[in-house]
């Protein structure tokens, strides 16, 4: 990638709220490419934050450190008072903050009701020798955790396929069932990673509903990777905006469309 001069970001006017994740001046490099450049972000209570870019503008690679995946060369994330800059993804995880990918990761030759299940591993406490000498404790758990997948297969519509092997299953209905498992660890951030890849216009408004349900019925922040700009425009509360892994926009989705730095990072030429 060549690299791009930094512009200074589109002022930011959008509602106030309790900022639950803030990350500082955050760089990723890798050898010789800086994929990350001195980024800040901040996710308010509440919020769906879309993060914008060309490919390659590093959005990935912000949500890995986030998510722990990758550790900043430089840098601090802070959720809900805590420093998780250095924490691992299993740590980051108990905290509240959930994620898709990408590329579907979902178990083949499991159904949609165990893929959802496992999304819950991190709320279970039984082990096997606490199972094995208290049965019991083991049962009620494990009816607990049914009973909230159950809960978000009804939130997500998922009734009639939660028995069917989740490799059977169109790719709008896959990506619906990983929102579900990363729903079900009960997140206070939610993470996707371009949940709409891959879908027709009408499976496209469907994750856009339920994205809006998770927020609106569960009190879920979200954060937004998405290329489909009319999807951001529709339910996104802020943008921010990478080009080469600099931040060059940020603001509410209407001023980010007409913001200059914004068109040329997408078409390569001046604004109209």
Do not use: C
């Amino acid at each position: 990638m060549a690299a791009q001069t930094a512009t200074a970001p589109a002022a930011v006017d959008a509602p106030a709220g309790t900022v639950i994740l803030e990350g500082t001046s955050l760089v990723r490099r890798f050898g010789g490419l800086t994929a990350v450049d001195h980024v800040d972000l901040e996710v308010r209570e509440g919020e769906i934050l879309a993060v914008i870019g060309p490919n390659g503008s590093g959005k990935t690679t912000l949500t890995n450190l986030i998510t722990g995946f990758y550790r900043p060369d430089r840098g601090r994330i802070v959720y809900r008072g805590q420093d998780i800059t250095h924490l691992r993804p299993h740590a980051i995880a108990r905290l509240g903050i959930a994620r898709t990918f990408q590329n579907l990761a979902l178990f083949s030759g499991m159904s949609v009701l165990d893929n959802i299940l496992l999304g819950r591993h991190t709320h279970m406490r039984s082990g096997v020798w606490s199972t094995a000498l208290y049965w019991w404790w083991g049962v009620h758990e494990e009816t607990r955790h049914r009973r909230y997948a159950e809960e978000i297969i009804d939130l997500l519509q998922l009734e009639a396929v939660r028995h069917e092997h989740v490799e059977y299953l169109p790719i709008g209905l896959r990506r619906r069932v990983e929102l579900a498992r990363a729903l079900a660890a009960r997140p206070r951030l939610l993470i996707l990673d371009e949940p709409m890849a891959g879908m027709n216009q009408e499976e496209k408004e469907y994750m856009a509903r339920f994205i809006l349900d998770a927020r609106d019925e569960l009190g879920t922040s979200v954060i937004l990777i998405e290329h489909h700009m009319d999807v951001v425009m529709d339910i996104s509360d802020r943008v921010v905006v990478l080009n080469y892994g600099v931040k060059i926009a940020e603001g509410l989705p209407q001023a980010i469309m007409g913001n200059e730095a914004v068109i040329r990072a997408y078409l390569g030429g001046a604004a109209p």
